[in-house]
């Protein structure tokens, strides 16, 4: 029994073991986790990485992806912009930035845009709310988490009202993030109305997903478009700030922007790359239409996934820190990133860019919270500042560098939006709304406590030793 076991073991070791050292696509830190997990825990690990060990929508939904998206492409270029409006339109010092965005999935600047920010989670839904029930054609919305509590139930029945008045309405959710939404009656009731319903990632069939795919692949966009002319982007699912699922760290802090002009379009066409691979509609089914205002400023989406080249999202993040000529501020609720992001924040550092980072003090995920800390020592020997937001679970993922440029959006910092997420962001350059965000910024840090690199030296060595450990397995994590 027991030489049956080595055996087994071996077999475990040496076949994952080549699996890995055959994949070209993994870093090499990610092939060590690996390397460790399976050597260590031969059968548990195994099957994790059977599980969970790559990145694989399954052959046929990757090929319809690409299909969805080169008809989207082939319809309406004009609606996507093109790289010489990025050269026509953007600073000199950020066009390797948005020039860098726009090879992700050929979204370019686009100009003629404004956008508001939302004072908090009660404006927002306000807002929302109010645009739904002026809506005259159509709402497209799409939400990794969406609760039947107010915020939730207010949006379903503001959909309701519009279906019934003739307003075409199609709601995407998660098919994991809102699996209780998906299975109540307001889900029920939206379709009775009239509402058209689709899952992204479903779960109707888990077997078939673990085998063909990766159960933890999931759409992450919060995208809302109202008659092509209005659009929201920010971190804000569709539910309350005192988040019920998670209540013990209420309230969830986000952010949003109301945006008006020609990146509706945009957005809207990244809601349907989504949409058409979820319900197999016909694209001709859809009026695509752009509308600009007066005096805007120049932005461009960006929809990354596991469909996308990998690494497009921390190449994007180091691609615009390493712009950054005096100032670079970020707020991330989950901050577990590779090498090259860690690096592009020191350079910045070192070269005499401010850059302050806030993350919250308590988070909702143990795993990330000690990851995270293990590179405090790094980011502030560097000369980067620290801030942990005691407000509560601080959810807004925001980028702005040297008052001129924004990033705002669904990514987080950290592995999973880098490689298993459907995100989707605004890069923007304006100093107006960049100034807004940055108040807003100012703001968390007014209810965080900064950390020095005193502080880290001072934590006790069985504390430095876990957040290392996790740091070290945190690819396969």
């Known amino acids: 029994m027991a030489m049956f076991l080595l055996a ?19 870093s090499p830190s990610a092939r060590l986790a690996w390397f460790i997990v399976i050597a260590t825990l031969p059968f ?111 949006v379903a029945n503001a959909l309701i009202r519009a279906a019934e008045r003739g307003v075409t309405c199609r709601a995407m959710a998660d098919g994991l993030g809102s699996r209780a939404l998906i299975g109540s009656p307001l889900w029920q009731q939206m379709k009775n109305a009239g509402v058209q319903m689709a899952v992204a990632l479903p779960l109707d069939n888990p077997v078939r997903t673990l085998l063909t795919s990766r159960i933890d692949l999931r759409n992450h966009r919060k995208i809302t478009v109202i008659d092509s002319q209005i659009t929201y982007c920010g971190s804000r699912n569709s539910a309350d ?37 979820a319900t197999e509609d016909s694209l001709d089914e859809f009026s695509l239409s752009v509308h600009p205002v007066n005096d805007g400023f120049p932005a461009q989406v960006i929809g990354d996934g596991p469909t996308e080249r990998r690494g497009a999202t921390p190449q994007l993040f180091s691609t615009l820190m390493a712009c950054a ?29 401010t850059v302050t980072l806030i993350f919250p003090k308590v988070n909702d995920s143990w795993i990330v919270a000690a990851a995270s800390r293990s590179y405090y020592h790094k980011l502030l020997t560097a000369g ?48 107006g709304v960049t100034h807004a965000v940055r108040e807003r910024q100012d703001a968390y840090l007014s209810q965080s406590e900064p950390v020095s690199l005193d502080d880290v030296i001072a934590w006790p060595r069985h504390r430095r ?7 070290t397995i945190g690819p396969v994590l």
């Open 44 to 154: 548990v690990g195994s099957a994790c990485y059977f599980l969970f060990g790559e990145i694989d929508l399954g052959n046929r939904a990757t090929k319809r992806h690409v299909e969805v998206v080169d008809r989207i492409h082939n319809a309406a270029s004009h609606l996507m912009g093109t790289e010489d409006d990025t050269e026509r339109l953007i600073d000199p010092l950020y066009k390797p930035a948005f020039r860098y965005a726009g090879s992700i999935n050929r979204f370019h600047t686009v100009t003629g845009n404004r956008a508001e920010l939302m004072a908090d989670a009660a404006d927002t839904n306000a807002r929302l709310i109010a645009d739904f029930d002026a809506a005259r054609s159509h709402i497209h919305v799409l939400y990794y988490i969406w609760l039947d509590d107010k915020t939730g139930t207010d």
């Open 325 to 353: 000529q005096d100032t670079l501020t970020l707020s991330t609720p989950y901050f577990v990133p590779d090498t090259t992001v860690v690096e592009a924040l020191c350079s910045a550092a070192h070269r005499g860019v």
């Open 8 to 26: 087994l073991h071996l077999f475990f070791v040496i076949g994952f073991t080549i699996r890995i050292l055959l994949r070209d696509d993994l």
């Open 241 to 277: 700030p005192e988040f019920l699922v998670k209540a013990k760290y209420a309230p969830w802090v986000d952010i949003m922007l109301r945006f008006e002009g020609s990146i509706v379009a945009q957005n809207e066409l990244l809601f349907l790359s989504d949409w058409l691979q």
């Open 384 to 431: 980067c500042t620290i801030h942990e937001f005691r407000g509560g679970l601080l959810h807004a993922k925001t980028l702005t560098i040297d008052g001129k440029v924004t990033l705002i959006g669904s990514s987080n910092l950290d592995l999973r939006s880098f490689d298993l997420n459907y995100e989707n962001n605004i890069l923007l350059q304006d100093h």
């Open 465 to 471: 030793i876990w957040n290392n450990v996790i740091a």
